[in-house]
């Protein structure tokens, strides 16, 4: 960049001990953690320049683990999604913020992340980015290949500021090959790469995930990507591009199915539902049975008659103690033959009782069942709670809000809700600041629309 060099620093996190060779700290706006035992990331600045989902659910990761996360967003928009609403956490009365308020989508994968609003169509963004980039460890980005290259972000032009960052794209089919310059979206992916023809009941139509699955599986895949980018870089001192397509990731999680298909030379067995699938051939049926929802007087339970014994621990559930030693039962094999009229049976029986009254007539039995809740009844479940997935927080401008908690459990540190997700641009002058600007700088950066 003309007039702004580099000096591409060597450093490493605190935790390992290093010098930080002049490295400026950010300082945090929320309650200190120094007594807690340090997270695995502390000590490393990611620089965030996703929206929608598959990057932002990576970056969250990161953060839950520790590291200064530093999200660039566009300075009157924001992320797309601060728009997908409703619903939305109303904003409290005498807040700052004008709008409807914050959209549950945006809070559902921004938390532990610091907002920048910043401008980089102008050559003032530009530079502020350039620096940005030169003190943080990890950038991921998830714009369409080459997109940042006429605003000089792309990966070849960082690595020459910065030779130690881990650079991630994140695109729906990649940086090469025939679709690369296609826009990706969850639901096209998962159409085209197999999961919708695989998911569905038996006679019905294809359908996606409930989740935008593929979004979530290629955030998972970028996180742990960096995380061992981190350690080769720990052992070369040099960082790397690293390629995330959703396409790519939505193949790989086929896993078994795909693995089934390559082997056979067959196409796969289409939709079965919550049975469980035997094998890919066409013409295949399940192979266990009872193993699949019924329906219940107030709605479905899943059996899991996984063998003859846990089939005879359901047949005194039942109520059909002789089921046990009917000759058309008494096997896996027979069972699986005569699945359509045992199946028919059974549920016959499920549906003259609640799911919770067959939850109780279960309970400690050593069947697997398991009720098919609602998300509310997931979020509100006593396991759930039990684990502290669900947290609650203060937000700046909501007030107390309650979020998901970060799956993640470890003996020697705990990942979890540090800050809730940001309002835009709310740590723009914090980041402006910690790079040596002044207010009179970042009021001049504002004026001209370049920053928030």
Request: proline fraction near 6%; include cysteine; charged fraction near 25%.
């Amino acid at each position: 960049m003309p007039g702004w060099t580099s000096p591409c620093r060597a450093w490493r996190p605190r935790c390992l001990q290093l010098p930080a060779y002049g490295r400026r700290t950010f300082t945090a706006t929320t309650v200190s953690h120094r007594e807690a035992p340090p997270l695995p990331l502390e000590g490393y600045r990611v620089l965030d320049m996703t929206r929608v989902l598959a990057g932002p659910y990576c970056t969250q990761i990161l953060g839950d683990l520790g590291a200064e996360v530093i999200k660039v967003e566009h300075p009157v928009t924001g992320d797309d999604t601060r728009a997908w609403g409703p619903p939305f956490a109303k904003y409290e009365t005498g807040s700052s913020q004008e709008g409807p308020g914050e959209s549950a989508y945006f809070l559902g994968v921004n938390r532990n992340k610091k907002s920048i609003g910043l401008n980089f169509q102008r050559k003032e963004g530009v530079e502020i980015l350039h620096k940005l980039a030169a003190e943080c460890d990890i950038l991921v980005e998830n714009y369409k290949p080459n997109a940042l290259k006429k605003y000089s972000m792309d990966y070849e032009t960082l690595r020459k500021i910065n030779p130690r960052l881990i650079y991630t794209s994140i695109t729906g089919y990649g940086q090469t090959g025939p679709y690369s310059e296609r826009a990706g979206y969850d639901v096209m992916v998962e159409a085209e790469f197999g999961l919708m023809h695989i998911t569905g009941e038996r006679d019905g139509p294809p359908v996606k995930v409930g989740v935008a699955v593929t979004d979530l599986t290629t955030g998972l895949y970028a996180s742990n990507s960096i995380m061992a980018a981190l350690l080769q870089r720990g052992r070369t001192g040099k960082g790397q591009h690293i390629d995330m397509a959703l396409s790519d990731c939505q193949t790989a999680t086929l896993a078994n199915i795909a693995s089934s298909c390559l082997v056979t030379g067959k196409k796969d067995s289409g939709r079965w539902g919550t049975a469980h699938r035997k094998s890919l051939h066409p013409q295949s049926i399940p192979s266990i049975v009872p193993y699949r929802a019924f329906k219940t007087k107030d709605g479905d339970i899943l059996f899991g008659g996984g063998n003859d014994r846990l089939f005879r621990i359901m047949c005194d559930g039942l109520g059909k103690p002789e089921w046990k030693e009917a000759p058309a039962y008494l096997t896996n094999a027979a069972r699986v033959a005569n699945r359509v009229e045992l199946e028919q049976k059974i549920e016959a029986i499920t549906v003259e009782k609640t799911t919770d009254e067959w939850l109780h007539v279960f309970e400690g039995k050593g069947m697997p069942y398991a009720p098919i809740n609602d998300v509310q009844t997931a979020l509100e479940h006593s396991h759930t709670k039990a684990r502290n997935m669900v947290v609650e927080v203060q937000h700046d401008s909501c007030g107390q809000m309650s979020l998901v908690n970060t799956p993640i459990k470890m003996s020697g540190c705990a990942p979890g809700v540090r800050t809730p997700p940001p309002s835009l641009g709310q740590h723009t002058d914090q980041v402006l600041e910690n790079l040596g600007l002044s207010k009179d700088d970042i009021a001049s950066l504002r004026q001209g629309k370049i920053v928030r």
